[in-house]
């Protein structure tokens, strides 16, 4: 496995990549980072990559405004850098909802979308008055540590869940809630019928941020779309059980015609 940094739209953005063939990316949610996909790198006849988006890990914090086409624009400046193009772009949570906006920008680099317990095509709302909420997470290793542990009922080493914390505690500090109103304010509803690339949705039934509406939601929003529903999982497979994650992954790319199984 390589690490390294490229510079993309003045920030310096973190990623590590192992593999090569077809581009697997990899886009991390809200107090995330390239961390949440350790256990997911290698996927047979695959180049993965997975990065820290602006604001997240050891990239750089972005400066002016917060917005999911934002960050969809420095992971589209970052594919481009790495001659990275028709990849395979799987976006967890926040980062879901990054990789639909890309999508539709730019459709070139995107030849199909897995999203992990996503926000929907109309974002996330988060009520203000769930704010002081954040910041306290923000202030206290201890609450944020229990956050994370709650959305992730399942998931039991405490090696990882160390490294996650860690990771969460590195993203700027404007992000906090700047990220609240950035998935708010997002929506694309009107716009998913322009992408025609394959699109597979996954949802945990014990995830506590995406309903299974809004993962219906999402399915439906986009022509090639299906919904796996996964039994007795949180809100993130990648880390809970990577295994099946990675068999659920390999089995869409074999049926897509992308990648041999």
């Known amino acids: 496995m390589e690490s390294g940094f490229a510079e993309v739209n003045g920030v310096l953005m973190f990623f590590v990549t192992v593999g090569a063939g077809v581009p697997v990316i990899y886009v991390h949610g809200n107090t995330g980072s390239s961390a949440w996909f350790s256990l997911v790198m290698n996927v047979p006849g695959c180049r993965v990559v997975a990065l820290d988006m602006p604001n997240f890990g050891q990239s750089s914090p972005l400066e002016g405004g917060i917005s999911i086409q934002r960050y969809a624009a420095n992971v589209a400046g970052f594919m481009d850098g790495q001659g990275l193009k028709e990849a ?24 199909a979308m897995v999203l992990v317990d996503s926000g929907a095509p109309n974002g996330l709302l988060t009520p203000r008055d769930h704010y002081p909420a954040i910041e ?9 540590e229990q956050a994370l542990k709650a959305v992730m009922p399942t998931l039991k080493d405490e090696a990882l869940i160390k490294t996650l914390v860690d990771d969460a505690q590195k993203m700027a500090a404007p992000a906090w809630i700047g990220n609240a109103e950035a998935l708010s304010n997002f929506d694309i509803t009107a716009r998913c019928v322009e992408y025609q690339g394959p699109v597979l949705v996954i949802r945990g039934t014990l995830d506590q941020i ?19 529903t996964l039994e007795s999982m949180g809100h993130s497979v990648l880390v809970e059980d990577p295994s099946l994650f990675l068999h659920i992954l390999m089995d869409f790319l074999a049926e897509e015609g992308i990648c041999k199984k």
């Not at 395979?88 to 995107?110: I, K, M, N, T, W």
């Not at 306290?136 to 944020?144: A, G, N």
């Not at 995406?210 to 796996?228: N, S």
């Open 88 to 111: 395979v772009v799987v976006g967890h949570s926040l980062g879901g909802c990054v990789v639909q906006a890309l999508a539709l920008e730019r459709p070139d680099l995107v030849r």
């Open 136 to 144: 306290f997470m923000r202030t206290s290793r201890t609450v944020l």
């Open 210 to 228: 995406i309903t299974d509406e809004m993962a219906q939601k999402t399915a439906r929003a986009y022509p090639r779309a299906r919904l796996v």
